[in-house]
C-alpha cells in the first residue's frame, strides 16, 4: 500500500484515479477546493476510514505556497498524482484562468513537495495530448517525442491557445524543475487526448458535466439534433484507462522520468451518435441525421496519427473500445436533469 496525495479528487479524470488507487489498496488523501466538495467524496465512500480516505482544502492551486500544508501527511505521503489544472474554452482571461492555474499550480506542487514532504518518491503529472499535437500538421503520427509548438504571444489569443500553451508550459515546467532542482522524487507524465468515458464525481445536473463528455450530453440530449458538432482532434481515451494509467505510473519504477501518450484510439462525433442510437433506441429521435451528421465525421486530409506504444509496453495498458466509453457514460448521465 502506498499513501498518495491526488489534487482535484472532485473533477472527472481525478475521481477515477481515486477510485482506482482505492481499488488497488492504497490510501488517499485529495485535495478539493472546498469542505462540501470534501465532504461529497467521504460520503460516496461511507465504508472508509479517515486513515484509508481524507481531504484537504485547497482553494486555489494558483496561489502562493497553496500546498505547502496539503503535502504534509502522518503517515507521510510516498506518491503525489497531479489532475488539478483547469479544463474548458469560455476564458476570457487566458492568464489568469488558464495559464496562472496550471502552471502555478505544477511548479508549486512540487516545490511544496521539494520542501516539505522528503518521503515522496514518485509524482505523477496529468498533462495533456494539447502539450503535444501541432494544429499545423494534422496528418502527422504523434508520440511521447513531439511536442505543442505554441508561443507565449499565441497563448494570450483566444480559448484554445489558452488551454494547449497551460497544458505546454505548465508539463515543460515540470520537467525543468526536476532537471533543475534533482529532487528526492521523480515525475512521469500522462498525456491524454479527449477523454470520454462514466461519471463516477459528484454532478447535481447535465448542465455541469466536464468539458469532455458535453458532446455526448449534447448527443444524448437533442441539443445537436440539428447539427453534429465537429469531432475536433479525433483522438480519444476511456477516462477508466487513464486512470489506471496514472495509478501504474505511480506503482511501476520503471514509469519514472517518462511521458506517456494515452490513447485509445479514433472517433468522430458521428460515431458516437451511431453507437447511442443503436444502444439506446429510446434516444434515437434526439440524435442527428443524414445532412446533420457530416460535420461530425473524419476529415477528408485524415486526422492525427498516434503511437501508444510506450503506454502499452512500459505500463501494460490495455484500451477500451469507443463504444465501452460510449454505453457507460450515457448510462452514467441518464439519471441526471438538464
Known amino acids: 500500500m502506498t499513501r498518495v496525495l491526488l489534487t482535484g479528487g472532485s473533477g472527472f479524470i481525478a475521481a477515477h484515479v481515486l477510485e482506482t488507487l482505492l481499488q488497488r489498496g492504497h490510501s488517499v488523501v485529495t485535495t478539493v477546493r472546498s469542505s462540501q466538495k470534501g465532504q461529497h467524496i467521504l460520503d460516496a465512500h461511507p465504508d472508509l476510514s479517515r486513515a484509508t480516505l481524507d481531504y484537504a482544502v485547497v482553494d486555489d492551486i494558483a496561489r502562493s505556497n497553496a500546498f505547502d500544508t496539503a503535502v504534509i501527511s502522518e503517515p507521510p505521503f510516498e506518491a503525489v498524482v497531479h489532475c488539478a489544472s483547469p479544463y474548458h474554452f469560455k476564458s476570457k482571461d487566458n492568464q489568469k484562468e488558464l495559464l496562472d492555474p496550471a502552471i502555478n499550480g505544477t511548479v508549486g ?200 506504444t510506450r503506454s502499452k509496453e512500459v505500463l501494460g495498458l490495455n484500451y477500451r473500445p469507443l463504444k465501452d466509453s460510449i454505453v457507460d457514460a450515457v448510462k452514467s448521465l441518464q439519471h441526471l436533469s438538464v
Open 109 to 308: 506542487l512540487l516545490q511544496a513537495i521539494y520542501k516539505n514532504a522528503p518521503s515522496v518518491k514518485r509524482v505523477v503529472v496529468t498533462s495533456s495530448s494539447a502539450a503535444i499535437l501541432d494544429q499545423s500538421q494534422p496528418t502527422k503520427v504523434y508520440s511521447e517525442a513531439d511536442w505543442c509548438p505554441v508561443t507565449q504571444e499565441q497563448a494570450l489569443i483566444g480559448p484554445a491557445n489558452g488551454y494547449r500553451a497551460s497544458k505546454t508550459f505548465a508539463e515543460r515546467a515540470a520537467w525543468k524543475f526536476v532537471e533543475d532542482e534533482k529532487p528526492n522524487f521523480t515525475l512521469s507524465v500522462c498525456n491524454p487526448p479527449l477523454v470520454l468515458g462514466p461519471v463516477v464525481h459528484h454532478l447535481e445536473s447535465l448542465g455541469l458535466v466536464n468539458t469532455s463528455n458535453q458532446r455526448i450530453r449534447d448527443l444524448m440530449s437533442g441539443a445537436g439534433k440539428k447539427s453534429c458538432p465537429p469531432t475536433g482532434n479525433h483522438l480519444f481515451v476511456d477516462v477508466r484507462d487513464l486512470a489506471l494509467g496514472h495509478v501504474l505510473a505511480v506503482e511501476k519504477p520503471e514509469a519514472a522520468g517518462k511521458r506517456f501518450f494515452m490513447v485509445g484510439g479514433k472517433f468522430s462525433n458521428k460515431e458516437i451518435a451511431e453507437i447511442i442510437g443503436e444502444e439506446f433506441p429510446e434516444l434515437q429521435d434526439r440524435l442527428p441525421v443524414g445532412d446533420a451528421l457530416k460535420p461530425g465525421d473524419y476529415p477528408a486530409q485524415g486526422s492525427y496519427g498516434f503511437d501508444n
